[in-house]
């Protein structure tokens, strides 16, 4: 019989992993004057913004964000596609905030990327068309991997002092 009672042990151990990760809304987010929209997505989800600025980076700092796919035949297409224009950073809080904001993101192809992700919803291009056509993967937002990646982008992107913890109303008057 459903009790509508779920089971629950007597002494339930919650982890509560509380992480920051770093978001770019990309130059053909900012371009096409999406970053409202997109931002928008982490507000409703309760995360918390904790760092934002306006960028324009050179291709030297490109080159340093995007090492890891330094020897892809697409790292040229990607350091000119965030570089051609600025980019909004962001650095976002939240339990699990890494997994979460890559969830709300969608994969990494557009056309893979599932409708009600971020990706889904405002790009719809794949990444064999980009290639054969020698363009970028635009995919409006950068967002860190794993917690290791975040720690060493936010590192990058942001100065300590840039950076801020407050308490939302949420966390001031409800908790
Ligand atoms: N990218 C591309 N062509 C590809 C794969 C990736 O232009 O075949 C671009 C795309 O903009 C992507 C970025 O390179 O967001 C970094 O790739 P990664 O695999 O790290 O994807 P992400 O972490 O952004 O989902
Ligand atoms: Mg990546």
Known sequence: MDT???????????????????????SDGVLRGIVGEVIRRFENAGMKIVGMKMVWVNKKFAEEHYKIHSKKQ???????????????????EGVHAVDNVRKIVGSTSPSDAAPGTIRGDYSHMSMAHADKNKKAGKNIIHASDKSQTAKKEIALWFDKKELHTYKTVHEKHVF
């Open 74 to 92: 697409f790292f040229k297409t990607l350091v000119n596609y965030i570089t051609e224009g600025p980019v909004v950073a962001t650095v976002i």
């Open 4 to 26: 509508g009672v779920y089971p629950r042990k007597k002494e339930i151990k919650v982890i509560i992993m509380i992480e920051r990760t770093l978001v770019l809304i990309k």
